[in-house]
Structures are given as structure tokens and as C-alpha cells.
């Protein structure tokens, strides 16, 4: 029995499976949406007391602030080969980020007058981190590396008071520059970071993965303060040809798969062969991983090898999907590259699996997700500032223009903004 539906040229039922999968994707429910307006409504009239009283109904627990020794006794106590990798994906990010920090610059205009911009980071973001399994220090290194990189001048973290915070999720943290950590989770933690709540700082922006509740509440933030995506299940998309290696594609959409029941894994193939192979590939390598249980649901659920005429034909349904993970494991990636519109991230050739984007390369991990590659780009250092444009112009320069702005202000009947205009060049100013 396949693990994989595998549809064999067949466009309807393709489309059929496709449209079934997108549902998956579902906004919070009702009672999820109630219940989150009532917490962010209560803790911006009633502020930290709100908060506490959430935390002890959920977490059994006050919130609190961790301290540096504390980050610097999780950061000690972690195997040495983690800290490794955490200070070596840290410095991929960062220098990644650099890269794409735009500068603040000046030219002239066409009147003669100098116009441009100035770049700023935000005055302050927080990082939303989930406790229990779902303690990624990656996901740190993701959101507050960037945030450093532009000019961020504090970054405050909030993660759920479990019973064991994570050492790896406080290393990371660490080493990722964050300023402040409070032990504080869901959708109480993203109203306190909302409107303040006692030492609970209001932020400029909220980055970070959550449940259902903290996707909920940072959609009601947003307009507050800025978000950076309310992000639905993982998703990845392979599309490969017959020279693929099918051990790859199968590992690499189990990677995929692990992370949720509800996570996509998609295989976009021109040959049949290749996509029976997968199937019993997948088969043979499941059997000993941990979450193998969330693997096969995943891909029975949400997991599909579809058969096309031609790479073309693929090409053509990954841009309509826009999935968040886009691999290519094809004879020439180059050469189908230009032809990819719509993804978070696309990986090249054999050689570029999903993991290394998710840990090392230096491009973010955070991605759109459920087709709004179509239209929202991964998190960056773009993501963490703000520009304001700027505009110099001399008397000369002013002059050139200035029946131009009478002209068009007297149509939109603004007589105050002609008037700023005129009283320049009456006679007797000097």
C-alpha cells in the first residue's frame, strides 16, 4: 500500500487533491477567536494583573524575568558541538543579513532639490518562543539575529514558564544578542507585548511561531504593532525528474512531514518511476524515526506524488501552490530556476536539502506558508526597520515647481497648501 496518493497524469484529480489540501489551513476556529478578543480586551484594561491571572489559569505559574546568569548557566550547561552550531548559524545569519540591510542615501532630483531616505531599526521587538516540545533554538537564532543586524535596540523574548526551560532555547538566545527574557507564553503574553503590562514592555513589532491562540491574538494585534506573518502547517513541495535520487526526495519530504500532522509534503514529478520509488523509499526510511507516527499522518493526510506530462507542467502547479519550501532536484536547477515565481525558499540540486535552510545557510526559516509566497517574502532584516524619506530643496529648486503645486492643490481644493506655496514668493520675502 502506497504512504504517498500518487495521481498519474490526471490534471482533475490533481487539482481535486490540491484544493483538499489547502483547506488544512483553516483560520482558528470561533471559540479560539472569543476566547483570544476577551484575553487581549482584559489585559489592555487591567494590564500585568490580567496577564498574572492568565498565566496562573494556564500555566500555573507567575510571570517573570530570566536573568542574564541564568542565560549564561543554560548557554554552559549545553553540549559543546550545539554551542558550535548555534554560534555557526548565528554568524551564516548574520552575515546573510548584512547583505541585504539597505543603507540610508541621498540623490538629487530632477528639479534640482536633494530627496532620499533614511533607514532606522525599531526601537524595540518581541520574539515569541513556544515551550514543551516545540522549543526550537533555531527558530531564536532566525528571529533575533536579523532584528540585531538592523539596528533592533531591544529585543524582548517571551517563551511559556515551563517547568524546564529549555538551556538550548536560553543559549540561543545568548549568543543571539536578545536583551531581555520573560517567562511568559500565549495569547496573554502577545496582549502584554500589545499594550504593555507592567515590566512587560509594549514592542514596534512581534516575530515567533505559536498555537492556534497565539496566531489568533497576533492577528487582533496587528495594526498595534506590526506582525510578522500568522504562519499556517509547514509545507514543502520537491519537484524532481528521473534523475533524481529518490532516497533524497523521500528524505527530504519526511523532514518536512515530521513537523506536524497537519504539514504538507508534495512531490511534482514527470516520471512514474521516480514517484513509486519514493513511495517505497519513504516506507523503508520511516521505520526507525521518532515522530514516525506524525510522519505517516501527515503524509497520508497532506502528502501527494503527482505525475505531470512535463517539468513545465510542474513548474506551472508550484507557482500556483506557492509553497513554502520549493526543491529542485532535477538534472539542470539552473536552468528551471528562472521560471519559479512563487516560493518562501528554493533550494538547488541534491546537495540543498530543506534542513540546511531551516539551520545553517543564513536565509531565514521563517517563511509564508499556505500560498502567500504569491505575495509575502521570508523574514529578513527588511522586516526589522522602518524608512523615512526625506526632502531638501532651496528656494531655486522650490521655484521651479511651485506653479505646478498650486496647480494641483487648487484642484483638490486644499487653498491652505497653495497658500504655503505662495506666501514664499510674494513680493518683500526674502
Not at 518536512?256 to 523509499?281: G, I, K, P, R
Request: contains cysteine; aromatic residues 6%.
Amino acid at each position: 500500500m502506497n504512504v504517498l496518493t500518487i495521481i498519474n497524469r490526471d490534471p482533475r484529480s490533481a487539482q481535486r487533491q490540491l484544493n483538499a489540501m489547502r483547506q488544512r489551513a483553516a483560520a482558528a476556529n470561533e471559540a479560539i477567536e472569543i476566547a483570544v478578543q476577551a484575553i487581549m480586551e482584559n489585559v489592555k484594561a487591567e494590564g500585568l494583573s490580567a496577564v498574572e491571572r492568565y498565566t496562573r489559569q494556564f500555566d500555573h505559574k507567575t510571570p517573570y524575568e530570566i536573568s542574564r546568569d541564568k542565560l549564561d548557566a543554560a548557554y554552559d550547561r549545553c553540549p559543546k558541538e550545539l554551542v558550535d552550531a548555534l554560534e555557526r548559524a548565528a554568524e551564516n545569519i548574520r552575515d546573510y543579513n548584512r547583505r541585504l540591510l539597505p543603507k540610508s542615501e541621498w540623490w538629487d532630483s530632477p528639479d534640482g532639490g536633494k530627496v532620499g531616505r533614511l533607514v532606522r531599526g525599531l526601537s524595540r521587538v518581541g520574539i515569541y518562543v513556544p515551550g514543551g516540545t516545540a522549543a526550537y533554538p533555531s527558530s531564536v537564532l532566525m528571529n533575533a539575529v536579523p532584528a540585531k543586524v538592523a539596528g533592533v535596540e531591544e529585543i524582548i523574548m517571551v517563551t511559556p514558564p515551563t517547568e524546564h526551560l529549555s538551556n538550548a532555547v536560553l543559549a540561543a538566545a545568548k549568543i543571539a544578542g536578545v536583551d531581555r527574557v520573560i517567562a511568559v507564553g500565549g495569547a496573554q503574553a502577545v496582549a502584554a507585548l500589545t499594550y504593555g503590562a507592567g515590566f512587560i514592555p509594549r514592542v514596534d513589532k512581534l516575530v515567533g511561531p505559536g498555537n492556534a491562540y497565539v496566531a489568533a491574538a497576533k492577528r487582533l494585534a496587528y495594526g498595534q504593532l506590526d506582525i510578522d506573518m500568522v504562519a499556517g502547517p509547514s509545507e514543502v513541495l520537491v519537484i524532481a525528474d528521473d534523475t533524481a535520487n529518490p532516497k533524497f526526495v523521500a528524505a527530504d519530504l519526511m523532514s518536512q512531514a515530521e513537523h506536524d500532522v497537519l504539514a504538507s509534503a508534495v512531490l511534482l514529478t514527470d516520471s512514474l518511476a521516480l514517484a513509486q520509488a519514493v513511495d517505497a523509499e519513504i516506507r523503508r526510511q520511516s521505520a526507525p524515526l521518532s515522530r514516525r507516527e506524525i510522519i505517516d499522518a501527515s503524509l497520508r493526510d497532506f502528502g501527494c506524488a503527482l505525475v505531470c506530462e512535463t517539468l513545465e507542467e510542474c513548474v506551472a502547479l508550484a507557482n500556483q501552490i506557492a509553497p513554502e519550501h520549493l526543491e529542485l532536484c532535477v538534472a539542470d536547477p539552473d536552468a528551471l530556476l528562472p521560471t519559479i515565481k512563487n516560493a518562501g525558499a528554493v533550494f538547488l540540486g541534491d546537495w540543498s536539502p530543506e534542513p540546511l535552510g531551516d539551520y545553517m545557510a543564513g536565509p531565514n526559516h521563517v517563511l509564508p506558508t499556505s500560498g502567500t509566497a504569491r505575495f509575502f517574502s521570508p523574514l529578513s532584516v527588511t522586516g526589522f526597520i522602518k524608512t523615512m524619506s526625506v526632502i531638501s530643496y532651496g528656494k531655486d529648486d522650490l521655484s521651479k515647481v511651485q506653479a505646478q503645486i498650486i496647480a494641483l492643490a487648487q484642484s483638490e481644493g486644499l487653498t491652505a497648501h497653495a497658500n504655503s506655496i505662495q506666501v514664499r514668493f510674494e513680493e518683500g520675502v526674502l
